[in-house]
């Protein structure tokens, strides 16, 4: 499994109060480990089965659940969102209506106004429209058009405040109710909550937010009334589940996400962006992070392996230690760049072709007739064909064998 030997050193040096690890592979096995304590005036040690903040990790599960209402044809993914919402208005600063969609909002391109989501106590909370409105106890700006529509990638929240009021209203329930109903308890992810009064009513301590100095957040953490940006309650565990159900989607193994969209999801929306629908996509893995105040986390799936990895912590100084355990995932779960394959089609006979396709390190093949499949990443720098008895190697430059029951078998690469 991977070597966290390291992780108690940077608790002290970053005074992380816990850290919570899980490692799962589309096999169903699952691998976790916990790390010091909850906080609180009667601290709990962190195990599998503690909650954390998933912060921005929220837009990763909420963009799941949009694409199903895109999936079930509720929204259309190229569909104005002010058709779906009536309770509020989008406007750019002279007041004029603007027109965004919710693949825009889904891709943070739909160029709405920043700012990042601190939460509130528990007695001074906005409902989701004054937030949008910036009025009553928003602390933040209104929700407005700044910047043209479609034309740039800049990550704000506000993006996915804008789409939970889509959601909400073309729904016509609250959105955790949705999410539960549509996402979470379909996926297993028992542990997790869309609703605010989630880590109260568990009957075991969830873990509490601690600035980076080590000092815990008034209260034990805030209120986030932008749930699908930022109001995720979770377990490592969980955000696992979700990832490789990504993963499955993208070979069309998924019983909730068509293929079509899943393998949208994944893919960079603009040149250089990095950024699916919901989805940071790059050096051979998918998923999200994500900072509130007083936690940091993160999960990721390595399509090329079948392996996810979610760490949280409960600090706002976490990041030093995430990226080591990070670190350790790439080098364990991550394809090497010199072992990926040049895409294209290779000719195992003039009527049988075999179409390479490699995505952000990810290796799709499709053989002749056969629908496209994720391959496998082994650590001899190998694939696996899943639900067959084939290995897939690239030995050369142009060269592709196939190995089934002890044969093996060559394709070269296609001349344009």
Same mark, same amino acid.
């Given at each position: 499994?991977?070597?966290?030997?390291?992780?108690?050193?940077?608790?002290?040096?970053?005074?992380?109060?816990?850290?919570?690890?899980?490692?799962?592979?589309?096999?169903?096995?699952?691998?976790?480990?916990?790390?010091?304590?909850?906080?609180?005036?009667?601290?709990?040690?962190?195990?599998?089965?503690?909650?954390?903040?998933?912060?921005?990790?929220?837009?990763?599960?909420?963009?799941?659940?949009?694409?199903?209402?895109?999936?079930?044809?509720?929204?259309?993914?190229?569909?104005?969102?002010?058709?779906?919402?009536?309770?509020?208005?989008?406007?750019?600063?002279?007041?004029?209506?603007?027109?965004?969609?919710?693949?825009?909002?889904?891709?943070?391109?739909?160029?709405?106004?920043?700012?990042?989501?601190?939460?509130?106590?528990?007695?001074?909370?906005?409902?989701?429209?004054?937030?949008?409105?910036?009025?009553?106890?928003?602390?933040?700006?209104?929700? &407005?058009?700044?910047?043209?529509?479609? /034309? =740039?990638?800049?990550?704000? !929240? @506000?993006? #996915?405040?804008?789409?939970? +009021?889509?959601?909400?209203?073309?729904?016509?329930?609250?959105?955790?109710?949705?999410?539960?109903?549509?996402?979470?308890?379909?996926?297993?992810?028992?542990?997790?909550?869309?609703?605010?009064?989630?880590?109260?009513?568990?009957?075991?301590?969830?873990?509490?937010?601690?600035?980076?100095?080590?000092?815990?957040?008034?209260?034990?953490?805030?209120?986030?009334?932008?749930?699908?940006?930022?109001?995720?309650?979770?377990?490592?565990?969980?955000?696992?589940?979700?990832?490789?159900?990504?993963?499955?989607?993208?070979?069309?193994?998924?019983?909730?996400?068509? &293929?079509?969209?899943?393998?949208?999801? /994944? =893919?960079?929306?603009?040149? !250089? @962006?990095? #950024?699916?629908?919901?989805? +940071?996509?790059?050096?051979?893995?998918?998923?999200?992070?994500?900072?509130?105040?007083?936690?940091?986390?993160?999960?990721?799936?390595?399509?090329?392996?079948?392996?996810?990895?979610?760490?949280?912590?409960?600090?706002?100084?976490?990041?030093?230690?995430?990226?080591?355990?990070?670190?350790?995932?790439?080098?364990?779960?991550?394809?090497?760049?010199?072992?990926?394959?040049?895409?294209?089609?290779?000719?195992?006979?003039?009527?049988?072709?075999?179409?390479?396709?490699?995505?952000?390190?990810?290796?799709?093949?499709?053989?002749?007739?056969?629908?496209?499949?994720?391959?496998?990443?082994?650590?001899?720098?190998?694939?696996?064909?899943? !639900?067959?008895?084939?290995?897939?190697?690239?030995?050369?430059?142009?060269?592709?064998?196939?190995?089934?029951?002890?044969?093996?078998?060559?394709?070269?690469?296609?001349?344009?």
């Amino acid at each position: 499994m991977l070597d966290l030997a390291e992780v108690p050193g940077l608790m002290d040096a970053y005074q992380v109060p816990g850290v919570s690890v899980a490692v799962g592979d589309l096999s169903g096995h699952v691998w976790t480990a916990g790390y010091g304590i909850t906080g609180g005036a009667a601290p709990a040690a962190v195990d599998a089965g503690t909650v954390f903040a998933a912060c921005s990790i929220s837009k990763h599960v909420a963009a799941f659940g949009a694409l199903l209402l895109v999936q079930d044809g509720v929204l259309e993914l190229d569909g104005d969102v002010g058709d779906y919402v009536t309770s509020w208005r989008l406007v750019d600063g002279e007041g004029r209506r603007a027109r965004v969609t919710v693949r825009q909002l889904l891709a943070h391109t739909a160029g709405l106004t920043p700012g990042w989501y601190r939460g509130y106590p528990a007695d001074r909370v906005p409902s989701l429209v004054e937030v949008l409105e910036g009025s009553g106890h928003a602390t933040t700006p209104p929700v &407005r058009s700044a910047l043209l529509p479609g /034309s =740039r990638f800049r990550y704000a !929240g @506000s993006h #996915y405040s804008v789409l939970q +009021q889509v959601m909400v209203e073309a729904t016509g329930l609250p959105f955790e109710e949705f999410m539960r109903e549509r996402v979470l308890t379909p996926l297993g992810m028992a542990d997790s909550s869309f609703d605010q009064g989630f880590p109260h009513r568990r009957g075991q301590p969830a873990a509490r937010g601690h600035h980076g100095v080590g000092t815990e957040v008034p209260g034990g953490w805030r209120v986030q009334p932008e749930l699908a940006a930022a109001g995720l309650w979770s377990t490592p565990s969980d955000l696992l589940r979700l990832d490789l159900e990504i993963a499955r989607a993208a070979t069309g193994d998924s019983p909730l996400l068509g &293929r079509e969209l899943a393998v949208e999801m /994944s =893919r960079p929306q603009l040149p !250089g @962006s990095g #950024y699916g629908l919901g989805v +940071q996509a790059g050096d051979g893995r998918l998923g999200h992070t994500g900072q509130n105040v007083g936690y940091t986390c993160f999960s990721y799936v390595w399509p090329g392996s079948g392996t996810a990895v979610a760490a949280m912590t409960n600090s706002e100084d976490g990041w030093e230690l995430l990226a080591t355990i990070r670190e350790a995932a790439d080098r364990r779960y991550a394809a090497r760049v010199d072992e990926v394959p040049a895409a294209g089609r290779y000719l195992l006979r003039d009527d049988y072709p075999v179409d390479v396709a490699v995505t952000g390190g990810q290796v799709t093949v499709a053989a002749a007739g056969q629908a496209p499949v994720v391959l496998r990443a082994q650590p001899d720098g190998s694939y696996l064909y899943p !639900g067959l008895d084939l290995g897939v190697r690239f030995p050369r430059p142009g060269v592709l064998e196939l190995r089934q029951e002890g044969v093996t078998q060559t394709a070269e690469r296609a001349t344009d």
